[in-house]
């Protein structure tokens, strides 16, 4: 028998309904929700013996306000894109206060969650279990100067700055230098009165001052960074791809394309042709997937990843970007043809793999 579902979330939001819906279609009753706000007021109770699915706590301006609020002061707004380390510091103690509870059991290992959302430990995890990952500095920087010199040093030239705890390619500078030390910074950040603020337009600042406050506003709460590896392209835009990984298995598949050098969707990115990607790989196409897998099986406590693929060039190799611990809101996707999520969206594949889970550990009756 399944047990009782419960989703740690935002009441009201998509990734909490979604879920619910696949539930309702698979045959189980309402998953209750607990919301992120109580678990960080410290105010909850769980349902005896409740399994509980995380949800990211992204996307709730209360929550937003609590986790980064007071790292940010009188000048907190919800636009900001400083106070990452601060949210990361929240968001993971809560989660492993949960854990602590005598009788949780938690969809999702809190520690793995941990690593996830720290882009320099996950590069480090993947790069040591021989996952292809793009060379990464690998050294702490601590502002502008500093990341010109260790570039200079590691022979970098074009290479993509993130925040170590961002999420949806907030903060994410696409850097690159030409030959005879122009600068021209790529990001959704808009420099205003020296604060940052998340934009969804995408803007190119070509002076060294600019750039310099950018990177100096950010390197406090610590960055990641990383080789920009020439992508795929797809009707003539850079191309790249998220798997959704469920027990092991790559289930779905989207190809994200752009003009820009990020291509989440809500930064003017758009959905690709999966078939012909899949053209264009050929024969590295199962590669591509495995790829994705090898990434995964690096969280063994996770039941469900996305992982971002970026293939290179003629779509002949594929690197690891990053592992999203809550990638697979990807509404209107059904699964891979013939693989074990056919026909089936991202939060229905979770459930039948928990399904056939619950079925094992019970056995035949």
Known sequence: MTPQLTVLGNPGHRRVTLFAAAARAAGLPEPAVLPWLDVLRGGYRLPEGTLLRIESPGEEPEVDRLLRGPALGPDYAPTRVEGTAAWYAGVTAALRELAARPGVRLLGDPEEIAVM???????????????????????????????????????????????????????????????????????????????????????????????????????????????????????????????????????????????????????????????????????????????????????????????????????????????????????NLTGLPGGPAEGLDTYGAQLAALIRRAGRATGPT
Not at 190 to 206: I, K, M, Q, T, W
Not at 321 to 329: P, Y
């Open 117 to 331: 959302f720290d882009k320099r430990r996950a590069h480090a995890l993947l790069g040591g279990a021989g996952v292809p990952v793009p060379r990464a500095l690998g050294v702490a920087v601590g502002g502008w100067e500093q990341l010109r010199e260790r570039l200079a040093e590691a022979g970098l030239r074009r290479v993509f700055v993130k925040p170590a705890h961002g999420s949806s390619a907030s903060g994410v500078t696409a850097l690159e230098f030409g030959p005879r030390g122009q600068v021209l910074a790529t990001t959704s950040v808009e420099l205003a009165d020296g604060r940052l603020h998340n934009s969804l337009r995408v803007r190119r600042y070509r002076t060294e001052r600019e750039v310099a406050a950018i990177v100096d506003r950010l390197a406090p709460d610590g960055l990641h960074v990383e080789e920009w590896i020439p992508k795929a392209s797809q009707a003539g835009r850079s191309a790249d791809v998220r798997v959704v990984v469920v027990e092991g298995r790559a289930t779905h598949a989207v190809v994200r394309t752009s003009t820009q050098p990020m291509t989440n969707l809500h930064l003017g990115g758009a959905r690709g042709s999966l078939d012909l990607a899949r053209e264009a790989a050929g024969a590295a196409w199962p590669a591509l997937l495995e790829t994705a897998e090898r990434a995964a099986a690096c969280f063994p406590g996770s039941p469900m990843v996305g992982v971002d693929v970026l293939p290179t060039a003629a779509w002949r190799r594929s690197l690891v970007g990053e592992v999203n611990a809550f990638g697979d809101l990807l509404p």
